[in-house]
Nanobody, 115 residues
């Protein structure tokens, strides 16, 4: 069994910052790729950022230059630093990885950007 657990969400004012964490635990923890998605009610879950095993990264255009994804393999964890937050960044953020051909998702952490 593999579990992904996100943390770090919360309420923040526009222009503020948050750091989301995703910890992988269970029988297999060495992930090659980890992604962060976000979802707002009534809309499709969308890819925000990805980090690969060689530290190559991908960002959606909407967050490029403001969000930074990173990983710490010693801690079986990945992070998403959210800077210059905007109200439109409000969503539930999920981490996702694939291990031995199986998709794993965390339970999500809510980010609310509001004054």
């Amino acid at each position: 069994q593999v579990q992904l657990v996100e943390s770090g969400g919360g309420l923040v004012q526009p222009g503020g910052s948050l750091r989301l964490s995703c910890t992988v635990s269970g029988s297999v923890t060495n992930f090659d790729m980890l992604e962060w998605y976000r979802q707002v009610p009534g809309k499709q879950r969308r890819l925000v950022a990805r980090v690969n095993s060689n530290d190559n990264t991908y960002y959606a255009d909407s967050v490029k230059g403001r969000f930074t994804i990173s990983r710490d393999d010693a801690k079986n964890a990945a992070y998403l630093q959210l800077n210059s937050l905007k109200p439109e960044d409000t969503a539930v953020y999920y981490c996702h990885t694939m291990l031995l051909g199986t998709d794993y998702w965390g339970q999500g952490t809510a980010v609310i950007v509001s004054s």
